[in-house]
C-alpha cells in the first residue's frame, strides 16, 4: 500500500483543517493508519491513529479534542480534521500504514518504527 497526505494550508490561529491520506492500492483495509508530524527541529511525534475498520481511535493526549481521525474504506482515506489550531500544530504532518496488532500496544502505536509506507508529507501553517 502506498499512502498520500494531503490537505494542508496556512490558517489563523482558531482556524479547521481536515488533511486526507490517500491509499493506493486493494489492501488498505488491512491497515491500521496513523498520523504524525515534526515540526522544523524536531523528531516526528505521534498524533492519531485508527484501526482497519475505524471502530478504534487513539490520540496524542494533549490533542484529543481538537483532533478526529476517521476513515473511508470504500475511498481509500484516512481523514484527520483538526480543529481550534494553535501556533503550535504548525509542522509537517505525516501518514503511514501499520501492522494492526500494533495499535494493540500503547506505547507500539506511537513508534515510528512500527509504521510504513510513509508518503510525503503536508504542511500546515497556524499564524497567530
Known amino acids: 500500500v502506498q499512502l498520500q497526505a494531503s490537505g494542508g494550508g496556512s490558517v489563523q490561529t482558531g482556524g479547521s483543517l481536515r488533511l486526507s491520506c490517500t491509499a493506493s492500492g486493494r489492501t488498505f483495509s488491512n491497515y491500521a493508519v496513523g498520523w504524525f508530524r515534526q515540526a522544523p527541529g524536531q523528531e516526528r511525534s505521534f498524533v492519531a491513529v485508527?484501526?482497519?475498520?475505524?471502530?478504534?481511535?487513539d490520540y496524542e493526549g494533549a490533542l484529543k479534542g481538537r483532533f478526529t481521525i476517521s476513515r473511508d474504506n470504500a475511498a481509500n482515506t484516512v481523514y484527520l480534521q483538526m480543529n481550534n489550531l494553535k501556533p503550535e500544530d504548525t509542522a509537517v504532518y505525516y501518514c503511514?500504514?501499520?501492522?494492526?496488532?500494533?495499535?494493540?500496544?500503547?506505547?507500539?502505536?506511537?513508534?515510528?518504527?512500527?509504521?510504513?509506507?510513509w508518503g510525503q508529507g503536508t504542511q500546515v501553517t497556524v499564524s497567530s
Open positions: 485508527i484501526n482497519q475498520l475505524g471502530g478504534v481511535t
Open positions: 503511514a500504514a501499520t501492522n494492526p496488532g500494533t495499535i494493540a500496544s500503547w506505547r507500539a502505536r506511537r513508534t515510528t518504527s512500527n509504521y510504513f509506507s
